[in-house]
């Protein structure tokens, strides 16, 4: 009795320098990445579970994994390209049967042996940040300490959300630092030709994107002709249009409505028409911005992506795109000049 009476007060012990450590660890600048790792290893510990997922996310937003345990490399492969979680309110002690994942995500886990879990949503004070999920493949229920568990949940995700706060902050720092350095090489004189392709190569930098597009408009015809593809050295075998008609594909779209695209699964959006393309060369992801330049339409920059943008980036994608238009409306005059 004397040593069942000691394993709750032994294991509090383990769990309160566990979180006092992670709590050092984002005060000393350490990632999310670190901390949501090395929450997943005190949740197995605390509920004696050997396999696990930790996943950053938001409101409104998909789970991203960022650490695993205990599953096979195949397994962790899937989870990682898609894992489907909403996360509940407060801990969640389940079957798997009841567990909130999608349905592929379901079948995934069950191939895995895995028949009972443990959801423990990570909030802090500016919301939902992350989860970690224990899971379990022996029969019977969930045996969960709570009171372990309630403080887990609400320290680690307040040590989660301060270092989502401030790496948040550095990115954005050293992506405004970034963006201010393009704006000023387009700010430099050169020709049309020589503009766009700077324009296209910056923002395939930016964004890291594996191909970028830059469209000119033919008010009069209302057509987009497409002056510059950068994409990858080993192109594929599906070729694509010079030129579309506005309203059609997504140039198109956003040539007649005049208004930015972001296709977070853009191989289920009908506005790509290039599907082929995109799926050849991997992309899944896809946004396109307007170029405008004294009020008038003078082009359209799309971008194609291998996953998501975060909505930092976009807003400044979108800004970035303004001076981009400013660019090469200046580099059109100056060539109608001298003509």
Not at 69 to 91: N, Y
Not at 171 to 185: E, F, G, Q
Not at 290 to 308: Q, T, W
Request: proline fraction near 5%; include cysteine.
């Amino acid at each position: 009795m004397k040593a069942s009476a000691r394993t709750p007060a032994r294991r509090w012990a383990r769990a309160e320098a566990a979180l006092s450590q992670l709590t050092r660890d984002a005060n000393a600048g350490r990632s999310p990445e670190h901390l949501l790792s090395r929450g997943l290893d005190l949740l197995l510990s605390v509920t004696a579970l050997r396999a696990g997922i930790a996943c950053a996310c938001a409101k409104g937003e998909e789970a991203v994994v960022k650490a695993t345990r205990g599953l096979r490399p195949a397994a962790v492969r899937a989870v990682e390209r898609e894992f489907s979680l909403a996360v509940p309110d407060q801990a969640l002690a389940c079957r798997l049967g009841v567990l909130p994942v999608s349905a592929a995500t379901r079948d995934l886990l069950t191939a895995e042996g895995i028949r009972r879990a443990v959801v423990l949503p990570l909030v802090s004070e500016r919301g939902l940040v992350g989860a970690l999920v224990g899971l379990g493949r022996e029969a019977r229920a969930v045996s969960a300490p709570r009171a372990l568990l309630e403080p887990i949940s609400r320290e680690l995700g307040g040590a989660v959300g301060n270092s989502q706060f401030r790496h948040g902050l550095q990115r954005a720092n050293a992506d405004l630092l970034r963006l201010l350095t393009l704006v000023k090489i387009l700010a430099e004189p050169r020709s049309l030709e020589d503009t766009l392709t700077a324009v296209a190569q910056a923002a395939r930098s930016f964004a890291r994107a594996v191909a970028v597009d830059v469209w000119l408009a033919n008010p009069a015809t209302r057509r987009l002709h497409r002056l510059v593809l950068l994409e990858p050295g080993a192109a594929g075998q599906i070729a694509r249009r010079r030129t579309t008609p506005y309203g059609e594909d997504l140039v198109g779209w956003v040539a007649g409505t005049e208004q930015p695209a972001y296709l977070r699964d853009a191989l289920a959006d009908p506005r790509l028409a290039d599907r082929d393309w995109a799926r050849e060369r991997g992309i899944t992801s896809a946004c396109a911005f307007p170029l405008r330049f004294h009020d008038r339409l003078v082009g359209v920059l799309s971008l194609g992506l291998a996953a998501p943008l975060p909505t930092g980036h976009l807003s400044l994608l979108e800004t970035y795109s303004d001076h981009a238009a400013l660019a090469i409306g200046q580099a059109d005059l100056r060539r109608q000049l001298e003509t």
